[in-house]
């Protein structure tokens, strides 16, 4: 999604149960699955354990088209 909708995006994957666990403490995760969706710095939005990837889309949508419209 983010490659064909979002280009300008950059995403990242960490894994909290191995070498990324010292990232998922300090950032205090608990729960997962977990995905942040961040523009300039600052946490826009959060999922945690169940939701949709439609939901993930219109969560990233509207601040995407404002940062890259």
Request: net charge negative; charged share 20%.
């Amino acid at each position: 999604m983010l490659t064909e909708e979002f280009p300008d995006l950059e995403g990242y994957y960490i894994d909290c149960h191995d070498s990324g666990s010292v990232i998922c403490a300090q950032e205090r995760v608990f729960s997962l699955p977990l995905v942040q969706v961040w523009f300039d710095g600052q946490k826009f939005a959060e999922f945690v354990r169940v939701f949709s990837i439609g939901q993930l889309r219109e969560a990233i949508a509207r601040p995407y088209q404002v940062a890259f419209g």
